[in-house]
Nanobody, 119 residues
Framework: QVQLVESGGGLVQPGGSLTLSCANSRSIFSIDAMGWYRQAPGKEREMVAHITSGGSRDYADSVKGRFTISGDIAKNTVYLQMNSLKPEDTAVYYC?????????????WGQGTQVIVSS
């Protein structure tokens, strides 16, 4: 099965950078897309960035130009390079993967990694 493990969160000052990593810790599976979501206190979980097996990338408007998603979907790994971080980027960041099996989509989530942007 798919078990996503994230790393790289932490405390950073405004304007700083962090890189989040995510990998499937179990057997490699055919995955259609991977990405990052985040959830701030009192807010709904939102999509930050995702990448498909075909290489297409999409970003939330709030992070365009500052965050870059990369990875090797075939190896079930994805990264999020976050630059010019702002206090409003503070949230728990979750790795996400989506698989299509027999016409049905299945979603997988990591346990989350905390990012705090504060001086």
């Amino acid at each position: 099965q798919v078990q996503l493990v994230e790393s790289g969160g932490g405390l950073v000052q405004p304007g700083g950078s962090l890189t989040l990593s995510c990998a499937n810790s179990r057997s490699i599976f055919s995955i259609d897309a991977m990405g990052w979501y985040r959830q701030a206190p009192g807010k709904e979980r939102e999509m930050v960035a995702h990448i498909t097996s075909g290489g297409s990338r999409d970003y939330a408007d709030s992070v365009k130009g500052r965050f870059t998603i990369s990875g090797d979907i075939a190896k079930n790994t994805v990264y999020l390079q976050m630059n010019s971080l702002k206090p409003e980027d503070t949230a728990v960041y979750y790795c996400h993967a989506k698989r299509k099996v027999a016409g049905l989509y299945y979603d997988y989530w990591g346990q989350g990694t905390q990012v705090i942007v504060s001086s």
